[in-house]
T-cell receptor, first 112, second 115 residues
């Protein structure tokens, strides 16, 4: 059974500092890995999707890496801003399947 | 707005009552998913449809839960005889299957509180 873990559960940084969010998964037979953002009481917004054949994806200040063999992904957010405060979730798709298996999320607070 | 919509956004009910939630996916999307999220946790998969066919159900979906997508468009999730443990955010997502990628777009969720 696939298990996804995100450590730390919460993170507080001063504005301008780079954020590093970690995600690990137990079964390397994943299809894709996706990072989401969730604001309090709201739904999920997709940030980046990394296909299993890719090593990383970039969008603006966001960069996500994927190492299937070690079961890890890292989301980097450069030059954090107070508007980046949210919960960040990673999710994996199992091979030949469709459901997402989520980690518990990392709650980020960027202090002005 | 052409995103995924869910109704209602909030529902408060008493234990033992039945509740029904609705999800309207992005119009051309053929897949529709339901997830449940409790406070401080990530979402957990409940079930998904491809067109009107329900293809997979999680063990979390007890016999008190039923989901339908009768015409392959909107979907409903019904919970019968609600329990306090059913209190959660119920999230709907939709996608268009294209083989290798299947990005799911999420709705705002329905927050259920069972008193």
């Amino acid at each position: 059974k696939q298990e996804v873990t995100q450590i730390p559960a919460a993170l507080s940084v001063p504005e301008g500092e780079n954020l590093v969010l970690n995600c690990s998964f137990t079964d390397s037979a994943i299809y894709n890995l996706q990072w989401f953002r969730q604001d309090p009481g709201k739904g999920l917004t997709s940030l980046l999707l990394i296909q299993s054949s890719q090593r990383e994806q970039t969008s603006g200040r966001l960069n996500a890496s994927l190492d299937k063999s070690s079961g890890r992904s890292t989301l980097y957010i450069a030059a954090s801003q107070p508007g980046d405060s949210a919960t960040y979730l990673c999710a994996v798709w199992r091979a030949a399947g469709n459901k997402l298996t989520f980690g518990g999320g990392t709650r980020v607070l960027v202090k002005p | 707005d052409t995103g995924v919509s869910q109704d209602p956004r909030h529902k408060i009910t008493k234990r033992g009552q039945n509740v029904t939630f609705r999800c309207d996916p992005i119009s051309e999307h053929n897949r529709l998913y339901w997830y449940r999220q409790t406070l401080g946790q990530g979402p957990e998969f409940l079930t998904y449809f491809q067109n009107e066919a329900q293809l997979e159900k999680s063990r979390l979906l007890s016999d008190r839960f039923s989901a339908e997508r009768p015409k392959g468009s909107f979907s409903t999730l019904e919970i019968q005889r609600t329990e306090q443990g059913d209190s959660a955010m119920y999230l709907c997502a939709s996608s268009w299957t294209s083989g290798s990628t299947d990005t799911q777009y999420f709705g705002p969720g329905t927050r259920l509180t069972v008193l």
